[in-house]
């Protein structure tokens, strides 16, 4: 059974900072590239950042210099560092895994507020 578990979201100030994780099972993991995005009430979900099975790394205009991705292959986990946290963060951050098939995370919620 494959699952994405997502993992450290919370209430942060504005300026702060949070790492997400995200855990995977049940997949072969290392030839997945994993990716991340974040949804808010009545909008699409919105892509955040990649990581390609070799480590290769894209991100969104929105978040480019503030966040970071990275992959541990032995832990089945990608790692979203989010930095200089601002309001219009605030979001449901799900994690994705592709490569043949594509499986989602449940999500965790993000809050930046003072």
């Known amino acids: 059974q ?3 578990v997502e993992s450290g979201g919370g209430l942060v100030q504005p300026g702060g900072s949070l ?3 995200c855990a995977a099972s049940g997949i072969m993991f ?6 991340w995005y974040r949804q ?4 699409q979900r919105e892509f955040i950042a990649t990581i390609s099975s070799s ?6 205009d929105s978040v480019k210099g503030r966040f970071t991705i990275s992959r541990d292959n032995s832990k ?14 605030t979001a449901v951050y799900y994690c ?3 490569w043949i098939l594509v499986y ?4 965790t919620q993000v809050t930046i507020s003072s």
């Open 2 to 4: 494959v699952q994405l």
């Open 19 to 21: 790492r997400l994780s």
């Open 30 to 35: 290392s030839r997945y590239a994993i990716d």
């Open 40 to 43: 808010t009430p009545g909008e």
């Open 55 to 60: 480590g290769s790394t894209n991100f969104a």
């Open 76 to 89: 089945s986990t990608v790692y979203l560092q989010m930095t200089g946290l601002k309001a219009e963060d």
């Open 96 to 98: 994705r895994a592709s």
């Open 104 to 107: 989602w995370g449940q999500g």
